[in-house]
Structures are given as structure tokens and as C-alpha cells.
């Protein structure tokens, strides 16, 4: 047996905690019904000790010196079998006995003596007759508030200390035989409860990068196991869906820094053919140079990204008036928009919008956002950005807001209030079966079209990664030949009172 596995360990725990309990209740058996023996012998001791008192005390009684026995029978009709009793004076000369007490006398200690001169009864238990112990008890007998007698009564405890030899010897073999075959018992239950578990490893064992499609097979019954499997294969299915994200952000990043250097080496090749006048080596050079831009920056994006991913980028975080930031950006985006007729225009329904935020970072989204709209809107259209607010803001969660150190819980953030932008444009649209994959990295919806405007198909996936660094989120609505819409939600930001 492998003592560092968990089915040795949970049979030893078992084991153990029934063994203390076995334990607890024998010792507690055991000197409960030693208590209660003792206390049964003590009991019929007294009473015989009071009945003796109360006739050697009564005026009618002929109670003396002389044989016990004849007497009790005679006055009381009592035979006291298995009993030893002795009548001292208060001196502690012995008197009247029984008569099984006719060779021997019943020891009396001074402890005894001393207690019976103050009136206090006394038990003693004695090994000095034989092998047998005896219980003794000392009764003090008055008269006129004055020790004259004391009666000694005695009762062999063989049969007390026989009864609970027994119980012991009893117990001394059960309990090791009950924790044997209880550890057995563990152990079977151990190796039946860890059985689907040994299933789950053997198969968690067989899944690689090669074949993440696998699952582990679930059980019927509903258990932490079930649990624990249902956990197993939800994990499996995100390490699918990352090694299937990584492929296909390895084969787009290829494709596109290949792009690029194919037209590159192409355009050098054909330069180099033959001798050409120099206005043609400058539109050689004037294409590399674009093609060599294109290049820098997909690369700055995807290292800003790679960063992103590995939590380098730290966010400079201040207030945001956020209406008067987007109107100045609004202004500059207008001078891109000249040449396609593309009308800007703002809609703000709340004048005081503030958020707290790295400032860089949202330029580069609205930037990116708006930019975008230019790009896939026909001459002519048009770009409205609206800004609204949710629901009026709890304390809390507007000190809180944009916090990276204590963040807004999840529950927080769904009562937490917003500042609603939507950036809507009249242009192209989107078709919904690509509405979800708007901001995987390197997707787009017309490549070659992008490519033409300059595209990467980063921007979007770096506006989601902006957005949900400042625990925002961000969507699209589209309809295709009507516009889009991108939303954005970020915290509300309170301006605390100087």
C-alpha cells in the first residue's frame, strides 16, 4: 500500500476517528457502570447500616451484646447473606459480629474512627482478608447527640470487580477487531468512492494539445465527482478554444507580415531587372515605404497586445471629463472625415459624464472607433456619437469605479453605473454571423477592402482590450447596408468633495 496516497490516507482517518470514539465510549461504559456497581453496593451497604442503627437505638429493642444474626432474625426477620457486620462501642472495642465473622474481624482505620467520633459515615474498600476485596462502611450511631456505637457493615466485591473484569476483557477484544475490520471497510470504500477518479486521471492522461476535441465521460449520479469531471471538461474546452486562438492568431499574423515583404521583394525585383529612370525607383521606394509602415504597424500592435495579455501595461488613471474629451476628439476626426462628406455630430443628454481612465488609452479607442466608422461609411454619411448615463450611482461603487487594486465584483458591476457612448455610423454594416468574431485579432470583415484602408484588424481587438482594463465592456449592433453601432460602458466616476 502506498502510504502517501489518498486512499491510505482517508482509511487512516477513518480508522482513527472511529478508534477515538470506540475508546471515548468504552472508557466512558466502563466507568459508568464501575460507578454504578459501586454505587448499588454502597446504597445496600447504608440501608443495612440504618435498619441495624435504628433497632439498636429503639427503647423496645433487646439489642446487645452477643450473635448479631439471631438477633436481626429475631427482631427483624432479616437474614443479611453475603454481608459481614460488627458492632463497635465508641472506644472502637468490638462488640456483637455476625457469625461468619466468628475467626476474623472487619479492619477499621483510624481515618474511620476519627470520622465516626465526629458523626460522619465512612467507606472504605479493604484487600487485607484474602483475595476477595471488601467495601466497608463505618455508620455512627447517636444518642442525645453523642456517638455511643458505630456499626461496621461489610460485602465482598468479587462479584462487582468479576462484572467489570468482564466488561473489560470484552472491550480489550472488540475494539482492535472492530478497527481491523473497519480499516478493511475503509479501505473498500476508499478504492469504490476513488475509482472514478483513477477513470478521470487515466483519461486526463491520454488528452494532449493533439487532441483537445476529447472529453472525459460524465457520470450518472450527480456527486462532487460528477462536479469535478463537469469542471475537468469545461477547462479542456478553454484550452481548445486558446491552442484553436493561437493557431489562428499565428496563421493571421503570418499571412499578414507576409503580405507585406511578398510585395516588397516583388516591387525590388522588378526594380532590379533593368535600369530605370529614377522617378521610377522613387515610386518603388515610395511603395516599400508604405508596405514598411503597414509592417510597424501591425508589429507595434501586436507587441501592445502581447503586453496587454501579460499585464505590462500599467494605466495611468485620472478624471475624465469624458464629454469635453470626445468633443475635442470629435473636432480632429472631423479633418479625416473631409474628404468622404462624412458628418460628426455629438448628442449629449448629460452634460457632466466623468470616468476615471487612462488617458492615452481612450483617446486610442474613440480614435479607433471613430476611424473605423470613416473607413466603412459611404461619402456623404454620417457619424453620431451619444452619450448617456445609467442609473443614478451607489456611493460605493462610483469610489470604486476604475480601481484596479479592489475591482468591482461582478454583482457590483451589474448595479454599478455606467457612462453609455455609442459611436453609429450609416455605413456598410455587419452580418451577424460575423458580429461576434468583430474583435478576435486579425479578423475583418472585407480583408481586401481593409487592406486598401490601410487595415490591420488589431483596432477592434485593442478597444475591447482598452474597455475591459478600465472594467468597461464594449459591443456591436450592425445591420447590414444600415450602419453599425459600437457601445461602450465604462464605470461613472464620482469627484470626491474637496
Not at 1 to 14: A, E, G, P
Not at 237 to 245: A, T
Not at 374 to 396: C, F, Q, R, V
Request: glycine share 6%; proline share 4%; aromatic share 6%.
Amino acid at each position: 500500500m502506498d502510504f502517501r496516497s489518498l486512499r491510505f490516507k482517508l482509511t487512516l482517518w477513518y480508522v482513527l476517528i472511529l478508534g477515538i470514539l470506540l475508546i471515548s465510549f468504552s472508557s466512558f461504559l466502563y466507568l459508568t457502570l464501575s460507578r454504578s456497581l459501586y454505587r448499588d453496593v454502597d446504597h445496600k451497604l447504608r440501608s443495612l447500616a440504618e435498619l441495624i442503627a435504628l433497632e439498636s437505638t429503639s427503647p423496645l429493642s433487646k439489642f446487645g451484646f452477643g450473635n448479631i444474626d439471631q438477633t436481626l432474625e429475631a427482631s427483624m426477620n432479616l437474614k443479611p447473606i453475603g454481608k459481614f457486620i460488627q458492632v463497635l462501642d465508641e472506644s472502637g472495642r468490638i462488640g456483637r459480629t455476625s457469625e461468619n465473622l466468628k475467626s476474623v474481624q472487619l479492619p477499621i482505620s483510624l481515618n474511620a474512627l476519627r470520622n465516626g467520633s465526629k458523626g460522619l459515615i465512612t467507606y472504605e474498600t479493604n484487600h487485607s482478608l484474602g483475595n476477595t476485596p471488601l467495601r466497608i462502611i463505618t455508620y455512627p450511631v447517636k444518642e442525645n447527640n453523642q456517638v455511643t456505637k458505630m456499626i461496621q457493615v461489610a460485602s465482598s466485591l468479587e462479584d462487582v470487580e468479576d462484572a467489570i473484569n468482564t466488561l473489560l476483557v470484552i472491550l480489550i477484544v472488540t475494539v482492535p477487531s472492530i478497527l481491523v475490520i473497519a480499516s478493511l471497510g475503509g479501505q473498500f470504500l476508499a478504492n469504490k468512492a476513488l475509482k472514478p477518479v483513477d477513470r478521470v486521471t487515466q483519461a486526463a492522461r491520454m488528452i494532449t494539445s493533439q487532441n483537445l476535441n476529447q472529453r472525459i465521460q460524465t457520470l450518472k449520479v450527480k456527486d462532487e465527482i460528477s462536479r469535478l469531471i463537469d469542471t475537468f471538461n469545461e477547462m479542456i474546452s478553454r484550452l481548445d478554444q486558446s491552442f484553436r486562438q493561437v493557431k489562428q492568431f499565428t496563421t493571421d499574423a503570418s499571412h499578414e507580415l507576409k503580405t507585406p515583404l511578398t510585395i516588397l521583394k516583388g516591387e525590388v525585383e522588378v526594380a532590379l531587372r533593368k535600369k530605370r529612370p529614377l522617378h521610377e525607383y522613387e515610386q518603388v521606394l515610395e511603395s516599400n515605404l508604405e508596405e514598411i509602415d503597414r509592417m510597424s504597424k501591425i508589429v507595434e500592435d501586436l507587441l501592445l497586445l502581447s503586453k496587454a495579455d501579460i499585464g505590462e501595461i500599467r494605466l495611468n488613471r485620472e478624471d475624465i471629463h469624458l464629454t469635453r474629451f470626445i468633443a475635442g476628439l470629435t473636432e480632429q476626426m472631423k479633418i479625416l472625415a473631409q474628404p468622404k462628406n462624412i458628418r460628426i455630430e455629438i448628442s449629449n443628454h448629460q452634460n457632466e459624464i466623468h470616468v476615471l481612465g487612462d488617458t492615452l488609452r481612450m483617446r486610442e479607442l474613440f480614435i479607433n472607433l471613430i476611424e473605423n466608422g470613416i473607413k466603412y461609411t459611404e461619402a456623404g454619411g454620417s457619424i453620431l456619437i451619444t452619450l448617456t448615463k445609467e442609473t443614478d450611482p451607489p456611493p460605493e461603487a462610483l469610489r470604486r469605479a476604475g480601481d484596479s487594486v479592489n475591482p468591482l465584483t461582478p454583482k457590483e458591476k451589474k448595479a454599478a453605473p455606467f457612462a453609455k457612448i455609442i459611436v453609429a455610423d450609416t455605413g456598410i454594416g455587419i452580418a451577424r454571423e460575423d458580429q461576434e468574431k468583430i474583435f478576435n485579432r486579425f479578423f475583418r470583415v472585407d480583408k481586401a477592402r481593409s487592406r486598401e484602408q490601410g487595415g490591420s484588424g488589431l483596432g477592434l481587438s485593442i478597444c475591447k482590450w482598452i474597455v475591459e482594463a478600465h472594467q468597461g465592456e464594449i459591443t456591436v449592433e450592425s445591420e447590414p447596408g444600415k450602419g453599425s453601432s459600437f457601445i461602450v460602458k465604462l464605470p461613472l466616476y464620482s469627484i470626491p468633495p474637496r
